[in-house]
């Protein structure tokens, strides 16, 4: 069997049999796996803030249903590895980002 064979007219997959699953255009392959990568960030974010408020490192705010947001805020306990986690931000702008700045903001 031959699969990943490609037709030089229509330049699509071609099946060897009708088992075969088309994964779409490059485009509609691309969108996909970002929506995947989207959704594991957002799982592993959501992870994260709630450990963090588990350890009472950040405080965990409802503020609406429809949409659902929440705010999340340093309790005291979090506001001292605040120079920790400037330093980080500094030395990641410095190795990992080059001339492109990370940009956190702070609500007052």
């Keep these: 069997m031959r699969s990943g064979r490609v037709s030089a007219k ?3 997959p071609v099946a060897p049999d009708s088992n ?3 994964l779409g ?3 509609e392959v691309q969108r996909a796996a970002e929506g995947r990568l989207r959704d594991r960030l957002e799982d592993t974010l959501s992870r994260v803030l709630k ?3 588990s350890e009472k490192i950040v405080q ?3 503020l609406g249903t429809q949409p659902f947001t929440v705010r999340y805020a340093l309790t005291d306990k979090g506001e001292q590895i605040r120079p920790i986690m400037q330093s ?3 030395w990641g702008e410095t190795w990992i980002l080059g ?3 990370l940009k956190i903001t702070q609500k007052p």
């Design 10 to 12: 229509d330049r699509q």
């Design 99 to 101: 001339d492109a700045p």
């Design 25 to 27: 255009t490059p485009d």
């Design 51 to 53: 450990y963090l408020a």
């Design 60 to 62: 965990r705010e409802v």
């Design 88 to 90: 980080l931000k500094a």
């Design 20 to 22: 075969q699953i088309s």
